[in-house]
Nanobody, 119 residues
């Protein structure tokens, strides 16, 4: 099973930026970034296909960008204009993405990285 490891979380002020990284131990295909805010369910934030097609949670469109470097087996999540409601543990996932754009999570998850947006 492919191992995933996230990094890049931390404390940032509202309006600030962070870039999360997810390094994989093996080949990556469709990848997704999820987040779990305190006391809430995990939700899909962004996903990217093997070909680079992307989709985003409505509340992060225009602020977050998912990208990938296949040679480095790494997926990134650039987060700009961060808001307090973006506070969550962020997880990456190795899954699959349909031609219609739906992302389906697989069984490989990272350990998570905490993002706290607060002044």
């Amino acid at each position: 099973q492919v191992q995933l490891m996230e990094s890049g979380g931390g404390l940032v002020q509202p309006g600030g930026s962070l870039r999360l990284s997810c390094a994989a131990s093996g080949s990556i295909y469709a990848m997704g970034w999820y987040r779990q805010p305190p006391g809430k369910q995990r939700e899909l934030v962004a996903a990217i296909s093997s070909g680079g097609s992307t989709n985003y949670l409505d509340s992060v469109k225009g602020r977050f960008t998912i990208s990938r470097d296949n040679a480095k087996k790494t997926v990134y999540l650039q987060m700009n204009s961060l808001k307090p409601e973006d506070t969550a543990v962020y997880y990456c996932n190795l899954g699959s993405r349909s031609s219609s754009g739906n992302y389906y999570p697989g069984g490989s998850w990272g350990q998570g990285t905490l993002v706290t947006v607060s002044s």
